[in-house]
């Protein structure tokens, strides 16, 4: 596709339930990084994919996260039995791979903003 | 670990005035340097990038940035801001090199008002 896109843009649910975000990555990028924007801050990073395997998740703040990627593109994070405060901004990105370090350009989906309530 | 300071939550310009949005990293080793802009409701978006070559780094939108080692400073110039510009704006430092990490540390944001 043209950009990365996410679904849903928007969710609610309530304290408890388990919930499941999806990022689909512009075409060839093999990174692909999940980070988290609270209200009035800066992005935290969450995990980041090469290809279809995951070397940093130092990020995830709980075991009740985890991500997983398809096929080296499609991936989905999920969070179990959500609390209130994992309301946030949910940001996917992609971005191709070099090996002289992170200088490759992010390129950011629109997001998927959570409510737990 | 590396870290971002960006000076001022808020800043406010009148239209055609000067932009300068302040931007601190601290990092072991020579980093790379990104600026992102978001709009309301969007994603993030890249404005410029340094990643060692000229110091002086040039963007979209008419935006430029400076990379000062001595001072660990990538601030970001605008010279006439225009009612289009109003956004929030994120600095962003890059994992070192040889830890192979590729996750980006944001600073906090600085939302930037223009004033007609």
């Known amino acids: 596709g043209a950009g990365v896109s996410q679904s849903p843009s928007n969710k609610v649910t309530e304290k408890g339930k388990d919930v499941e975000l999806r990022c689909d990555p512009i075409?060839?990028?093999?990174?692909l990084y999940w980070y988290r924007q609270r209200l009035g801050q800066g992005l935290e990073f969450l995990i980041y994919?090469?290809?279809?395997?995951?070397?940093?998740k130092s990020g995830l703040p709980s075991d009740r996260f985890s991500a997983e990627r398809t096929g080296e593109s499609v991936s989905t994070l999920t969070i179990q039995r959500t609390q209130q405060e994992d309301s946030a901004v949910y940001l996917c990105?992609?971005?191709?791979?070099?090996?002289?370090?992170?200088?490759?350009?992010?390129?950011f989906g629109p997001g998927t903003r959570l409510l737990v309530l | 670990a590396q870290s971002v300071t960006q000076l001022g939550s808020h800043v406010s310009v009148s239209e055609g005035a000067l932009v300068l949005l302040r931007c601190n990293y601290s990092?072991?080793?020579?980093?790379?340097l990104f600026w992102y802009v978001q709009y309301p409701n969007q994603g993030l978006q890249l404005l410029l990038k340094?990643?060692?070559?000229?110091?002086l780094v040039k963007g979209i939108n008419g935006f430029e940035a400076e990379f000062k080692k001595s001072e660990t400073s990538f601030h970001l110039t605008k010279p006439s801001a225009h009612m289009s510009d109003a956004a929030e704006y994120f600095c962003?430092?890059?994992?070192?090199?040889?830890?192979?990490?590729?996750?980006?540390?944001f600073g906090s944001g600085t939302r930037l008002q223009v004033q007609p």
């Open positions: 990092s072991s080793v020579p980093p790379y």
């Open positions: 994919f090469q290809g279809n395997s995951a070397p940093d």
């Open positions: 990105a992609s971005s191709l791979f070099s090996s002289g370090g992170a200088r490759e350009t992010q390129y």
């Open positions: 962003a430092v890059s994992a070192p090199m040889d830890t192979g990490r590729r996750a980006l540390t």
């Open positions: 340094y990643t060692s070559a000229a110091t």
């Open positions: 075409s060839g990028h093999t990174a």
